[in-house]
């Protein structure tokens, strides 16, 4: 079959990003995938080849893996509904005629553009000490609540929700911006037309506003499980990494086995792992979003 010249234009403009994505994206897999297959330190040359028993032991006996899968869960949990039902709650403010919303949408995103790292320092002198010193235990023990001072990142108890809570108010910017952008491209006939059969404003929000909406809640959760899930610069910002691993995350049980125990083929499993499980949850999410559609 003789191609075209149309065809053969439409294959050249598509080229360049196919060969950065296979460059960038495909190569590194499979280099990683190929590691995952060895038991290498990452120095020397020599790589003894263990198939898949790496990704044995991540499954069947890194209990400390599967714990801190459980911490990143709880994390994106809390994102997933505090993070994301602020973000949607301002954004429904600020897509109705309220004074100085342009200044609101400004301010909600600052969160997002700021470093991590920043933002980890200045939380933790926020929430951080027991004596006291900082803005939380101040307001405590001035309100009456002395007892409920404490370190809040040094408690086991709380160590890992006071990170989700923290992760939440930076990342809430981005759920912020998209929500808007959905709410702005619903017609406004649609709630005219709305307001002329009767319904009020929580049965527009039901009838109209939600189900245009679906695929931009669906956006959102993904994103907001693909990032919260690979979190971990804001964990090492609070509390310095792993805390007996009550914050240990994928990623920083990732870099422990590359600087700890110098397993860099282990390293490449978890990685491994690590992404499939993430594709497992964005895909059953899709589904799930398709399911709500009909």
Same mark, same amino acid.
């Given at each position: 079959?003789?191609?075209?010249? @149309?065809?053969?234009?439409n294959y050249v403009f598509v080229l360049p990003a196919v060969v950065i994505f296979t460059i960038f994206y495909i190569l590194p897999f499979i280099n990683v995938f190929l590691i995952g297959l060895t038991d290498w330190d990452g120095i020397m040359p020599t790589k003894m080849f263990v198939g898949l028993g790496n990704f044995k032991e991540i499954i069947l006996q890194?209990?400390?893996?599967?714990? @801190?899968?459980?911490?990143?869960?709880?994390?994106?949990?809390?994102?997933?509904?505090?993070?994301?039902?602020?973000?949607?709650?301002?954004?429904?403010?600020?897509?109705?005629?309220?004074?100085?919303?342009?200044?609101?949408? *400004?301010? #909600?995103? =600052?969160?997002?553009?700021?470093?991590?790292?920043?933002? !980890?320092?200045?939380?933790? &002198?926020? +929430?951080?000490?027991?004596? /006291?010193?900082?803005? =939380?235990?101040?307001?405590?023990?001035?309100?009456?609540?002395?007892?409920?001072?404490?370190?809040?990142?040094?408690?086991?108890?709380?160590?890992?929700?006071?990170?989700? +809570? *923290?992760?939440?108010?930076?990342?809430?910017?981005?759920? &912020?911006?998209? #929500?808007?952008? /959905?709410?702005?491209?619903?017609?406004?006939?649609?709630?005219?037309?709305?307001?002329?059969? !009767?319904?009020?404003?929580?049965?527009? &929000?039901?009838?109209?506003?939600?189900?245009?909406?679906?695929?931009? +809640?669906?956006? *959102?959760?993904?994103?907001?499980?693909?990032?919260?899930?690979?979190?971990?610069?804001?964990?090492?910002?609070?509390? /310095? /990494?792993?805390?007996?691993?009550?914050?240990? *995350?994928?990623?920083?049980?990732?870099?422990?086995?590359?600087?700890?125990?110098?397993?860099?083929?282990?390293?490449?499993?978890?990685?491994?792992?690590?992404?499939?499980?993430?594709?497992?949850? @964005?895909?059953?999410?899709?589904? #799930?979003?398709?399911?709500?559609?009909?």
């Amino acid at each position: 079959m003789r191609l075209n010249k @149309s065809v053969i234009e439409n294959y050249v403009f598509v080229l360049p990003a196919v060969v950065i994505f296979t460059i960038f994206y495909i190569l590194p897999f499979i280099n990683v995938f190929l590691i995952g297959l060895t038991d290498w330190d990452g120095i020397m040359p020599t790589k003894m080849f263990v198939g898949l028993g790496n990704f044995k032991e991540i499954i069947l006996q890194d209990t400390n893996w599967w714990q @801190s899968m459980l911490n990143a869960g709880w994390i994106t949990l809390i994102a997933l509904t505090l993070q994301n039902a602020l973000a949607f709650l301002l954004a429904l403010a600020c897509d109705r005629e309220i004074r100085m919303k342009n200044f609101y949408r *400004v301010v #909600f995103f =600052i969160p997002p553009v700021l470093s991590e790292i920043v933002v !980890g320092m200045v939380w933790r &002198f926020i +929430i951080n000490d027991i004596d /006291g010193a900082n803005i =939380i235990n101040r307001t405590l023990i001035q309100i009456g609540l002395p007892q409920l001072a404490h370190n809040w990142l040094s408690d086991p108890k709380t160590a890992l929700t006071t990170v989700a +809570i *923290v992760h939440s108010w930076k990342g809430f910017g981005w759920g &912020f911006l998209i #929500f808007l952008a /959905g709410l702005q491209t619903i017609p406004r006939e649609l709630y005219e037309a709305a307001r002329v059969d !009767g319904a009020n404003a929580i049965a527009q &929000f039901k009838n109209v506003t939600i189900p245009l909406m679906i695929p931009v +809640i669906v956006l *959102v959760a993904i994103l907001t499980v693909l990032g919260t899930m690979q979190a971990f610069v804001l964990i090492i910002s609070l509390v /310095g /990494g792993e805390l007996a691993g009550h914050t240990s *995350v994928p990623v920083l049980r990732i870099l422990a086995a590359m600087r700890g125990s110098s397993r860099f083929g282990y390293a490449c499993a978890q990685g491994i792992t690590f992404g499939v499980v993430l594709v497992i949850i @964005s895909f059953i999410q899709y589904r #799930f979003s398709k399911k709500a559609r009909v």
